[in-house]
């Protein structure tokens, strides 16, 4: 599986990013799909997951702010960032599950959020 990220930036607080991710496979060999996101010195982070039936899942720390989706026409997932804070600044992953359980990853987005 290959996966594009792009829709990174520099924003102000309290603005709005979409990131995009595009799949290099049908849906029918996808489970899930997702984004990690790592700031500098700090652990990774599981942003949110969607899985093929359309079942989402947030961490807290985004809850009400970040909307995942998917448009499986073309092959593409969104994460849309509203209301965006300094401590959201990291590089952000696309990532997918296949059908076989295996996890790949996109290349980073930088997402950078000042105050």
């Known amino acids: 599986v290959q996966l594009q990220a792009s829709g990174g930036g520099l924003v102000r607080a309290g603005g709005s990013l979409r990131l995009s991710c595009a799949v290099s496979?049908?849906?029918?060999?996808?489970?899930?799909m997702g984004w990690y996101r790592q700031a500098p010195g700090k652990q990774r982070e599981l942003v949110s997951t969607?899985?093929?039936?359309?079942?989402?899942n947030y961490a807290d720390s985004v809850k009400g702010r970040f909307t995942i989706s998917s448009d499986s026409a073309k092959n593409t997932v969104y994460l849309q960032m509203n209301s965006l804070k300094p401590e959201d600044t990291a590089d952000y992953y696309c990532?997918?599950?296949?059908?076989?359980?295996?996890?790949?990853w996109g290349q980073g987005t930088q997402v950078t959020v000042s105050s």
């Open positions: 990532v997918a599950w296949d059908v076989r359980g295996d996890l790949s």
């Open positions: 496979e049908s849906n029918n060999n996808i489970n899930a």
């Open positions: 969607i899985t093929n039936h359309g079942r989402t």
